[in-house]
């Protein structure tokens, strides 16, 4: 029979909630400088000695919420074979694409814009705009390939509303002209 004080340490460790960080919660963390465990990122799916190139998955418009766009680069990245971590950020998807060799990225240039053009098919159509960054290994080093990867999927966001409007534009002048 157990005594008093087993009882207690167990009846206060069930009592105590269990804080689990979410996979949105360590990156959002790493994003701002935090370095996380070897654990953690060997839960995410993380192996130290890989270079990895961040790709970052972004529909237009309010298609679908960051964590069911991140399940479908997740699936399409299963289907090419890709075992890198997908995470959710914000409304887009993130991966974190193994490369092998770091300066022959033609392989990942073609992957990623076979997925890009997967997820605008089960999208019906959806623009999706996809931002590379380049090949790093290291945390503070892949953090940097984020940033790129941001910066360029801004960019192609911005171009397609830039290309949109001046649709708009040419439209406008095709119809005051007839």
């Avoid at 069911?68 to 409304?91: K, M, T």
């Avoid at 945390?139 to 801004?154: C, G, I, K, T």
């Amino acid at each position: 029979m157990a005594d008093n004080q087993t009882l207690n340490y167990y009846q206060s460790a069930a009592r105590t909630p269990v804080v689990r960080t979410t996979r949105t919660d360590w990156l959002q963390a790493w994003l701002s400088g935090e370095t996380p465990d070897s654990l953690t990122l060997e839960q995410q799916g993380f192996q130290t000695h890989l270079y990895y190139a961040v790709v970052i998955y972004r529909a237009s418009g309010e298609a679908l919420g960051g964590a069911q766009f991140a399940s479908l680069l997740q699936g399409e990245a299963n289907r090419r074979g890709i075992n890198g971590p997908v995470l959710a950020h914000g409304a887009a998807g993130v991966l974190f694409h193994p490369v092998e060799e770091p300066k022959q990225t033609m392989r990942l240039k073609h992957k990623t814009e076979e997925i890009r053009q997967q997820l605008v098919a089960k999208l019906r159509g959806v623009d999706v705009c996809c931002g590379v960054g380049r090949p790093a290994r290291g945390l503070d080093n892949l953090r940097q390939s984020f940033q790129e990867a941001e910066e360029a999927v801004d960019m192609c966001n911005e171009l397609q509303t830039r290309n949109d409007l001046v649709g708009g534009v040419d439209l406008l002048r095709r119809t005051a002209a007839q």
